[in-house]
């Protein structure tokens, strides 16, 4: 492969990994060895996180103890919570918050640099920490974390302030096992560069939210949620389009880098989606994004046939956790809520390697120049 092909590592295999396998070609995400629509739907989000930690389904009594030790470090140091009401006077980004309450985690109880303690600080603190950040924003008091609620069941409780609707968790709980893990992404390689160093697990997930706040990793769940409304009616569907298509501009929520047929994750959060509007939701939005797909798909191949560009996961992403009540500048942060699960278990596998990641590169500047002093630099720019 050529210097030019590889500019962005793709194509080179950086790491070997239990945790996921992306297969573009076939639309397939595994997920330590299970389809992603067939745990996705199912697991717990501990059970999730234990898999991905060690490779296995958690017993009765594994997944007890993980549950327990999460719930036990859900609440924030002082001082993280005092971090996050000064940026919150700022009206500072949630993703910024994020990344600032992440490295904070450190003057937390157990965050002694050991990774396993890490871990779970990190599993259980980023819920608290993005909904504290939000209530701050909106001038409430932040909720105090409850220990009897599962980890999903809690988020929601932080961000609204009441325990929810089983449908409502569990159809969170999907989207966060959905999203949990996806193979060697932007911040899952930040996360493992920086814990290959020997650094501590806390450092390099708070370098995974950097680069997870970029928007060429973030993704545009909101956009793709915003064309929806633009549209408004499903009449209307097809003019629009049919112009954003005229104007060169990318339908949010269709195609994906990786994926050249149907997104996997798409057709589960589609199927949640489903399920959660039939049980309570906005039947109106649902059937209009969903006339707003069907069109959106059949305009593309009409006029890209040679190319196959199909729903991902960011178009039943803004959908569903709309549908939650969550605000669009929530859906990253969210997120990265199911994300650190992953993060985490990248880091482990990583420092258990033992090896330190130092890629190559290719030098293309000049050769051989000689040193001019200062005085004859300033005689030659002012010529």
């Known amino acids: ?26 639309g397939e995400l595994l997920l330590a060895g299970f389809p992603v629509e067939e745990i996705a739907p199912r697991a717990t989000f501990e059970e999730m996180v234990h898999l991905l930690w060690t490779g296995e389904l958690p017993n009765a009594g594994e997944l007890d103890d993980l549950q327990h030790r999460l719930a036990a470090r859900r609440a924030l140091p002082g001082a993280v919570v005092d971090l996050l009401r000064a940026a919150a006077s700022r009206r500072l980004p949630v993703m910024d918050a994020l990344r600032m309450g992440t490295a904070a985690l450190s003057l937390g ?33 932040p909720v105090e974390p409850r220990e009897d609620l599962g980890h999903t069941a809690s988020y929601l409780h932080l961000l609204f302030g009441e325990e929810p609707a089983p449908e409502r968790a569990r159809g969170l709980e999907t989207y966060l096992n959905t999203v949990s893990d996806h193979g060697l992404n932007a911040s899952t390689f930040t996360a493992r560069v920086i814990v290959s160093t020997h650094s501590d697990l806390i450092s390099a997930v708070t370098g995974a939210v950097g680069a997870l706040k970029g928007p ?3 993704g545009a769940p909101g956009p793709a949620l915003d064309m929806v409304f633009e549209i408004g009616s499903p009449e209307r569907a097809e003019a629009v389009l049919r112009e954003k298509l005229a104007r060169g501009e990318r339908l949010m929520g269709f195609g994906h880098r990786v994926y050249r047929v149907r997104d ?15 049980e309570g939701g ?59 699960a992953g993060w985490t278990g990248h880091g482990l596998e990583q420092l258990a390697t033992g090896r330190l990641i130092r890629p190559q590169s290719e030098y293309v500047g000049e050769r051989g120049r000689r040193w001019i002093p200062l005085e004859e630099r300033e005689t030659a720019a002012a010529r």
Request: hydrophobic fraction near 45%; glycine fraction near 8%; aromatic fraction near 8%.
């Open 109 to 141: 109880a157990g965050a002694e640099g050991e990774p396993r303690e890490d871990a779970v600080s990190l599993v259980a603190s980023f819920p608290t920490i993005v909904a504290a950040y939000w209530r701050l924003l909106l001038g409430v008091r």
């Open 264 to 278: 996997p994750r798409a057709d589960v959060l589609g199927v949640a989606a489903e399920r959660f509007y039939q």
């Open 282 to 340: 906005d039947k109106d939005l649902y059937e209009l994004a969903r006339t707003v797909e069907a069109t959106a798909l059949r305009l593309l191949r009409e006029r890209k046939p040679d190319r196959r560009i199909d729903t991902n996961v960011e178009f039943y992403t803004a959908l569903l956790l709309h549908g939650l009540d969550l605000p669009t500048e929530l859906f990253t942060p969210t997120f990265a809520v199911g994300r650190v």
């Open 216 to 218: 060429l990793h973030g």
């Open 1 to 26: 492969m050529s210097t030019e092909d590889n500019r962005g590592l793709e194509g080179v295999v950086a790491a070997t990994t239990r945790l996921s396998s992306v297969d573009g070609e076939a």
